[in-house]
């Protein structure tokens, strides 16, 4: 356990805070570090992207985290350390785990929420470090169990199931007015990057019968031949500000798609298929990454193809669809579930 007579014993170091994260990582990073310093508010959260009020320290440091005022800050502080890089399981993240297993001698645990292949220096780095690694899901966790055996956790993680929860059909179609939304269209969500890999052309075949409403990050590049092809659609929105109240966003939607199929083109959680099933919305997707754990519930309509006939039927399917559960497939992902584990997972 982190508790003990001084207090909670837990540094956290990671490039990705924000106070607007809107990104898949970023959101991972930042909400996990957040809320284990108000559960526990010993915890020391260590910035080394971008200064953040609710960071306590930040610090400028290289590729390879080889600086003098880290390790002096590491070594007069007790407890583990949690490493969450944005780059996740890359070779230079694997090089810097390394580093702080070496120089800092503590635990060193590592949350990589997005699988990269890695190379052979990359996986010796991480079997001679002694580092845990934590990833968000099952096949990642079975990929790193290869190469780490018991040092690889599994970690549910990844929605506020009390900001995103489902609202009635008013509820509905006065968000829809809000928003500048016709209320008799049904409109699907898409959330996520604005990048040709995540197959979002699809969208572009979506019938002209409903509203085609997409959110991207604020924070990073967008394709701008991807946009202007989407934006030929009729009734097709993109917002591309960071939307505070993005649960409304779900929650005026009728349906949510996620076609991604390649792997790396989202974290290994999508959170925002997360998001949407806790608003218990029909979703169409693909079965990427921990989707996978979830798809057989009702309510969800997979993608194998992805093909323009297959995701034209699942859409008219799920747009009618009167048996949807799908917020109870994602009660288990809530942040304060994954705080208790990941206390037990860094000690």
């Known amino acids: 356990m982190l508790l003990c007579k001084g207090g909670i014993d837990l540094i956290i170091i990671s490039d990705c805070l924000t106070s607007k994260p809107d990104e898949g990582c970023l959101k991972v990073a930042t909400s996990l570090a957040i809320r284990l ?3 526990f508010p010993e ?9 953040q009020h609710f960071s306590g320290h930040y610090i400028r440091l290289n590729k390879l985290f080889v600086n003098r005022q880290l390790f002096h800050i590491l070594n007069k502080t007790a407890g583990s350390v949690l490493y969450i890089p944005f780059a996740s399981n890359t070779t230079a993240s694997a090089m810097r785990a390394f580093v702080l297993s070496v120089f800092s001698h503590k635990k060193i645990s590592v949350l990589f929420a997005l699988q990269h292949p890695m190379n052979r220096f990359a996986r010796i780095l991480l079997r001679t470090s002694k580092v845990s690694v934590i990833a968000l899901a099952k096949d990642s966790q079975t990929y790193f169990q290869s190469l780490l055996g018991t040092r690889a956790f599994y970690l549910k993680t990844g929605v506020d199931t009390d900001q995103f929860r489902p ?3 008013d509820q509905k179609n006065a968000l829809k007015e809000r928003y500048g939304i ?3 269209m049904k409109v699907v969500l898409h959330v996520g990057h604005l990048k040709t890999g995540r197959n979002l052309d699809i969208l572009q075949t979506v019938d002209a019968k409903y509203f085609i409403l997409i959110v991207v990050s604020s924070l990073t590049s967008k394709n701008a031949d991807l946009r202007a092809r989407l934006e030929k659609r009729p009734h097709t929105r993109i917002i ?4 505070a109240n993005i649960q409304e966003i779900y929650q005026l939607a009728d349906v949510y798609i996620f076609p991604v199929m390649a792997s790396g083109n989202c974290i290994d959680s999508p959170l925002s298929v997360l998001e949407a099933a806790a608003c218990n919305l029909p979703i169409v997707t693909t079965p990427y990454g921990e989707v996978k754990e979830l798809i057989h519930g009702a309510g969800y309509y997979p993608l194998h ?10 859409l008219e399917a799920a747009m009618g669809s009167q048996n949807v559960h799908t917020r109870e497939t994602v009660l288990d992902y809530d942040w304060k579930k994954s705080v208790t584990r990941l206390e037990s997972m860094v000690e």
């Open 167 to 169: 609202v009635t059909r």
């Open 37 to 39: 310093k108000e559960a």
């Open 43 to 51: 915890t020391m959260i260590l910035t080394c992207g971008s200064k």
């Open 182 to 184: 016709p209320a008799d």
């Open 240 to 243: 591309d500000t960071y939307v």
């Open 305 to 314: 193809a992805c093909s323009v006939p297959e995701v034209a039927s699942s």
